[in-house]
């Protein structure tokens, strides 16, 4: 290889920040792996993410609809907070979770995937979780939230 020649996976590509290039591929090969795997019912694929929604009300009711014009809504609105959603979908089962909370914690995120242990997929060997790399998504999370042998019979799952 040449002195300032780049390796195949340092390609100055939109979706890989150049300060990050060999820990982004490292892990985007990872889960590709994970993604070439064929189904298989005691190792469910099952992608998890989570978001914040602002809920909105409204400050005026919104006018009937009448022949020939649609309910017509103010634009004004009122505030009231944030929650969250967290999302649980196995692409190959044709299955999807969702757990509505009030924030968005290490503790919150534990008993989400100890509900999708639990409850959803008690009868599987092990769970491919793939998820992003937010600061709460760990297993360190799981011993927050557990006494240490209750996280590690998540973590292990």
């Known amino acids: ?13 939109w979706c890989i ?12 090969e990872e889960v590709l792996d994970i993604y070439k795997k064929p189904d298989d019912p005691q190792y469910p ?23 020939g014009k649609p309910l017509r809504y103010d634009t004004e609105y009122q505030r009231n907070g944030t929650a969250n959603i967290f999302i649980a979908f196995a692409p190959l089962m044709g299955q999807r979770y ?5 924030q968005r914690t290490q503790v919150d ?21 793939v998820m992003d790399n ?16 209750e996280a590690k019979r998540i973590a292990d799952k």
């Open 45 to 67: 694929q099952v992608c998890m993410d989570e978001r914040s929604p602002q809920l909105l009300g409204e400050v005026r009711a919104p006018l009937p609809a009448l022949p």
């Open 98 to 102: 969702t757990k509505v909370t009030a």
């Open 17 to 28: 920040p150049p300060e990050q290039d060999a820990p982004f591929v490292c892990q985007m």
């Open 1 to 13: 290889m040449k002195k300032n020649e780049r390796k195949p996976w340092q390609k100055k590509e």
């Open 109 to 129: 995120w534990a008993h989400f995937i100890r509900e999708l242990v639990d409850q959803h997929y008690p009868h599987v060997e092990k769970i491919r979780l």
């Open 134 to 149: 937010l600061n709460t998504h760990t297993k360190a999370s799981l011993y927050e939230a557990f006494d240490p042998p």
